[in-house]
C-alpha cells in the first residue's frame, strides 16, 4: 500500500473549521490513492487548561494522574477527527496511543517509544479506514498510560511513518514550511524549500519551535521522509531530510523496535 502519516497541531484542529479544513486535506490525499495515517494533537490550549485545572486542585499533582488527565485531550482530537471525515463519507476510525499499539518506558512526563505493535493499525488500514492516533501517549509495561512530552504529536508521528515504512510524514501546522525566523512576526524572513537533518535539527535544538528535536532526530535515523506544510495547503512546504518516495509499504504485523 501507499501510505501517508500526516500530523496536524493544536491550532490546525483547535474548532470545527479547522478540523473541517484538515478532514478536507486528508480526503484529498485519500482521492490521490493513499493509505492514510493521522496524529492529532489536542485542540488550541486543551493541554494548558487541564494543567491549570490540576493546579487549582493540588500543589503535587501525582504523574500517573496527569498523564490519565493530560491524554484526554488528544483522544478528544482524534474523535472529532473521525467524526468529522464519517460525515463527509470517509470510513474513518480513532485510536488512543495503546490503541494504536504505541509502548513507552514508564517515565511519567516524558515517556520514550520502546516498541510499536502495527497489527490494529494495518488491519483498520486494509479495511479501508483513514486511521487518526491521538499523539503525545502510549502505555508503559504496567498498563498505565504515558505521555511523551512536550512535541510528543510530532515524534508519534515520525515513529508511525517509520514503523510503517510510509512514503513520507507530513507535519501540517500554521506556516507553509520552516522559515529563517519568525514570518508572522517578521515578513522579510525566507522559507527555505530544503534543509538537512542536522540542519533541522541544530535550528529545533536552538528554539526553533515547528518541529520537536526528538522528531527530527527520529526522522534522521531511521531515514524518514518528513515535510512541513501549512494544514490546508500541500504547497509549498520545506522539505526536511528526504524527499518523499513512492513505493508500496512494506509493513507487517510484526514489534517495530526503537532500541
Known amino acids: 500500500m501507499y501510505l501517508l502519516v500526516y500530523k496536524f497541531g493544536g491550532s490546525s484542529v483547535a474548532d470545527a473549521a479547522g478540523l473541517r479544513r484538515a478532514a478536507k486535506q486528508l480526503a484529498d490525499a485519500a482521492a490521490a490513492g493513499y493509505h492514510l495515517v493521522a496524529v492529532v494533537s489536542a485542540q488550541?490550549?486543551?493541554?494548558?487548561?487541564?494543567?491549570?485545572?490540576?493546579?487549582?486542585?493540588?500543589?503535587?499533582?501525582?504523574?500517573?494522574e496527569t498523564?490519565?488527565?493530560?491524554?484526554?485531550?488528544?483522544?478528544a482530537s482524534a474523535a472529532l477527527m473521525a467524526l468529522t471525515l464519517q460525515q463527509m463519507a470517509l470510513p474513518a476510525v480513532s485510536l488512543t496511543g495503546p490503541q494504536a499499539g504505541i509502548h513507552t518506558d514508564g517515565n511519567h512526563g516524558a515517556a520514550e517509544i520502546t516498541a510499536l505493535h502495527r497489527r490494529r493499525i494495518l488491519r483498520e488500514l486494509e479495511a479501508g479506514k483513514i486511521v487518526i492516533v491521538a499523539g503525545f501517549q502510549g502505555i508503559d509495561r504496567a498498563g498505565d498510560l504515558t505521555t511523551l512530552g512536550r512535541g510528543g504529536s510530532d515524534t508519534t508521528a515520525v515513529a508511525l511513518a517509520a514503523a510503517l515504512d510510509a512514503c513520507g510524514c507530513r507535519i501540517c501546522t500554521d506556516v507553509d514550511g520552516v522559515y529563517s525566523g519568525d514570518p508572522r512576526r517578521n515578513a522579510d524572513c525566507q522559507r527555505y524549500d530544503y534543509i538537512p537533518y542536522e540542519e533541522m535539527l541544530e535550528m529545533a535544538n536552538a528554539g526553533a519551535k515547528v518541529l520537536h528535536p526528538r522528531s527530527v532526530a527520529l526522522a534522521q535515523r531511521?531515514?524518514?521522509?518528513?515535510?512541513?506544510?501549512?494544514?490546508?495547503?500541500?504547497?509549498?512546504?520545506?522539505?526536511?531530510?528526504l524527499q518523499e518516495r513512492q513505493h508500496?509499504?512494506?509493513?507487517a504485523d510484526t514489534v517495530f523496535l526503537y532500541r
Request: charged share 20%; with cysteine.
Open 67 to 75: 498523564d490519565q488527565l493530560l491524554a484526554t485531550g488528544e483522544q
Open 222 to 241: 531511521y531515514r524518514v521522509p518528513l515535510s512541513v506544510l501549512q494544514t490546508g495547503s500541500e504547497t509549498p512546504r520545506t522539505v526536511v531530510g
Open 44 to 64: 488550541g490550549k486543551t493541554t494548558d487548561r487541564l494543567l491549570q485545572t490540576a493546579a487549582e486542585l493540588t500543589q503535587a499533582p501525582c504523574c500517573r
Open 248 to 251: 508500496h509499504s512494506l509493513a
